[in-house]
């Protein structure tokens, strides 16, 4: 099975900085049959189910604010919110689909 | 507007049997998997398992083989998670999310069903 690895458990960045969240797969994710990286991102905020934010290492989801975005392939991965509002106050997961189906441990948000 | 949505929290004991449900709307139910993710208290995400009402292909995680049923009605869109005996650790909340295949992530997602399993 694939772990994924988030870093760092949490993070406390302050209104209008950068917030970057971290990945690692233990192995790749990239399929070499369309060159697509099968590692999405989600954003979960208390009382609510996660919210898809990026799909295919890099895409935004439809109505994502384009302050979200992601980069990364093979096994390292990374999300950032380039500017940091308070409604991004949330927990982060990442989720692999190269092999079945796995999600990281997640990382908490906060502002500083 | 594509919708999911669960059944209510439940309260179990220990040993006892349930089935949770996630009925979907807006979209053509069996075209696309359903996935099953528990969230423990205070803790992460934890992929269950996953079916496609299409035809009732269901795969588990290895984690969750043994110990969950997961099932479709595709006359009624419905999609459910069972136990035949529930444990304490059991407690949790459970979602259920469409999958798109094509990118393999979940774009929509159930609002929870929470469930409390206590002596």
């Known amino acids: 099975d694939i772990v994924m690895t988030q870093s760092p458990d949490s993070l406390a960045v302050s209104l209008g900085e950068r917030a970057t969240i971290n990945c690692k797969s233990s192995?790749?994710?990239?399929?070499?049959?369309?060159?697509?990286?099968?590692l999405a991102w989600y954003q979960q905020k208390p009382g609510q189910p996660p919210k898809l934010l990026i799909y295919?290492?890099?895409t935004r989801e439809s109505g994502v604010p384009d302050r979200f975005s992601g980069s990364g392939s093979g096994t390292d991965f990374t999300l950032t919110i380039s500017s940091l509002q308070a409604e991004d106050v949330a927990v982060y997961y990442c989720q692999q689909y190269y092999s079945t189906l796995s999600f990281g441990q997640g990382t908490k948000l906060e502002i500083k | 507007e594509v919708q999911l949505v669960q059944s209510g929290a439940e309260v179990k004991k220990p040993g006892e049997s349930l089935k949770i449900s996630c009925k979907g709307s807006?979209?053509?139910?069996?075209?696309?998997?359903i996935g099953w993710v528990r969230q423990m208290p205070g803790k992460g995400l934890e992929w269950m398992g996953i079916?496609?009402?299409?035809?009732?292909?269901?795969r588990y995680s290895p984690s969750f083989q043994g110990q969950v049923t997961i099932s479709a009605d595709k006359s009624i869109s419905t999609a459910y998670l069972q136990w035949s005996s529930l444990k304490a650790s059991d407690t949790a909340m459970y979602y259920c999310a469409r999958h798109q295949y094509s990118y393999g992530a979940f774009d929509y997602w159930g609002q929870g069903t929470l469930v409390t399993v206590s002596s």
């Open positions: 079916i496609y009402p299409g035809d009732s292909d269901t």
């Open positions: 807006g979209y053509s139910f069996t075209s696309y998997w």
């Open positions: 295919w290492a890099s």
């Open positions: 192995q790749s994710v990239l399929y070499s049959s369309n060159n697509k990286n099968y």
